[in-house]
């Protein structure tokens, strides 16, 4: 069966490993490229989708138009369908959530340091190791970050100290790419309480 779009990879050298795909059949509204790991698709008269090449997300064609399958159950849900309400795409949402989902939902992180200090207030471990002796990247996430994210749902993430703004733009793209691909696609909210936060780290 003929895949309703085609992907075309330029290489690294052009334009910083830009990816552009276009629909295949007749009557496509839309296009999509991807830089950095996130790919963006612009459509005529739509809504513009973003989502993380390392999410395992994928888009569905209908009526032209892409939407993305967060539950990737290779259907449309009215969630999924951008064109509804807000209100109509909760409620279907709601309905489809567990218990344990909506409860994480409720929930805040404990405070967070982008990356994890490796003893004291806020220390941390990277796959079972401090930060120091982990070999870790600075925007990669914690075990417990895992943790919360995966098992108990928890999407409203505290965070009180990072390194730079850009250590905090990557590990903010780690976390959607995690979490936009487990569960219903549910993105976190971050709260940063801006009188904790340093100044120097801005």
């Given at each position: 069966m003929r895949k309703p779009f085609?992907?075309?990879?330029?290489?690294?050298?052009?334009?910083?490993?830009?990816?552009?795909s276009t629909c295949a059949c007749s009557g496509t509204k839309w296009t999509e490229v991807e830089k950095d790991s996130i790919r963006i698709v612009t459509q005529q008269e739509g809504?513009?989708?973003?989502?993380?090449?390392?999410?395992?997300?994928?888009?569905?064609?209908?009526?032209?138009?892409?939407?993305?399958?967060?539950?990737?159950?290779?259907?449309?849900?009215?969630?999924?369908?951008?064109?509804?309400?807000?209100?109509?795409?909760?409620?279907?949402?709601?309905?489809q959530l567990s218990t344990e989902e909506i409860a994480g939902?409720?929930?805040y992180s404990a405070h967070q340091s982008i990356p994890g200090a490796s003893k004291g207030f806020?220390?941390?471990?990277?796959?079972?190791?401090?930060?120091d002796e982990s070999g870790a990247q600075p925007s990669d996430l914690s075990d417990a970050q895992r943790k919360f994210l995966t098992e108990d749902n928890v999407r409203h993430v505290l965070v009180t100290?990072?390194?730079?703004?850009?250590?905090?733009?990557?590990w903010n793209?780690?976390?959607?790419?995690l979490v936009e691909g487990i569960g219903h696609g549910i993105l976190r909210s971050l709260i940063i309480p801006m009188r904790r936060i340093s100044p120097s780290s801005l």
């Open positions: 085609i992907t075309v990879r330029l290489t690294h050298g052009m334009l910083g490993a830009l990816l552009v809504a513009v989708l973003g989502y993380s090449a390392n999410s395992g997300v994928r888009l569905l064609a209908v009526d032209g138009y892409a939407f993305k399958d967060l539950n990737r159950n290779g259907l449309l849900d009215p969630y999924e369908d951008w064109r509804l309400t807000p209100e109509e795409r909760a409620v279907d949402l709601a309905g939902l409720m929930l806020g220390a941390s471990t990277y796959n079972g190791k401090s930060f100290r990072v390194q730079s703004p850009e250590v905090a733009a990557r793209n780690n976390v959607q790419a």
